[in-house]
């Protein structure tokens, strides 16, 4: 590691920013002994910042039926393979149950772009869910919706809202999405979201097609401005019977490191491990942990709800829920050395 490098590395530990130029010289020149100075600064952030307790999330994956047709997505209105389906209010209310039996406090409720929840029904749920459980926060990820939706499920009772941008470079956006897709109009609901009220999560695809180094920096850039409280990475992986199913996979390294140089730029963010990450690499979660991650998804997903092209029509995270249970996941999240956190509201972690 040359000294200039080092430079960079603790000016962005103490200001939590830097220029893109220096964005992109930290994430082109990285070697082995940067990789690790930064993973170090990334794990005594989170300590400071969170104690070093790992959230467990419960993930209820309410539906794989969406409108939209992104060209890297399994789930993709025009992939004709995979087989769909959707959960009731009452599917999902039980697997929320499950969850808080188990002892979990944090549920994400996610799906893709399905028009079969009406806002009223959504916020039904979420009603429901809150006057079970008063301890319990909720994020959505359920795609762009318009203000009054999102205000209608904030005052309901979400409390974080997750939407990914993917990218935040108009140019490669428009590689990845068909014409009918906006940028712009996805950036305008995480700012539509912050407004409200929401704690809002956000996040993109690492080793996507046609990503360049350049665009990396923007997104650091990006994330800086909006700010979120909650950052969703993983690597890309060509999902079957999409147009980028020949493509190479991103790179699960690459994810880490950017999950050590998130946890300078946003030192109190959410940072998941993603599912991705253990489909490239078995130590994957492990090692997105030693780099600055501070949460995992438990699926709490029925097992007849198979993952059906969810990710990318390979076996992906949620494959994990059949050779682990709640029980052993936190075990060896505390064998590791780690607290486990079962709730999650912003504030409190800060
Ligand atoms: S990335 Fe999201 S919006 Fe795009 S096709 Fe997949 S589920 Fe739908």
Redesign the pocket.
Known sequence: MNDGLRELADRLEIRGTLEKEEYIELIQFRDSQLVEYLSQKARRIRRNQHTGAVLVQGLVHLS?Y?????Y??????ENRFVRRYRMEQQEILDCCARGYEKGLRSFLLQ???DLYYTEKEVAQILEKIKKAYSDVSITLSL??KSRQVYKAWYEAGADCYLL?H?TAVDSHYKKL?PGN?SLLRKKQCLWEMKEIGYQVGTGFLIGTPYQTIDQLAEELLFLKQLDPQLVSIGPFIPAANTPFEKQRAGNSDLTCYLLSLLRLILPSALLPAAGALTALDREGRRKALESGANAVAFDLTPDNYQDNGVLNGRRTGRHQRDRENLEGLIQRLEDTGYEIAASWRHEEWR
């Open positions: 794989n969406c409108r939209n047709d992104c890297y997505c399994g789930m993709r209105r799906g893709g772009e795609g762009e990914r993917g999405h897709m």
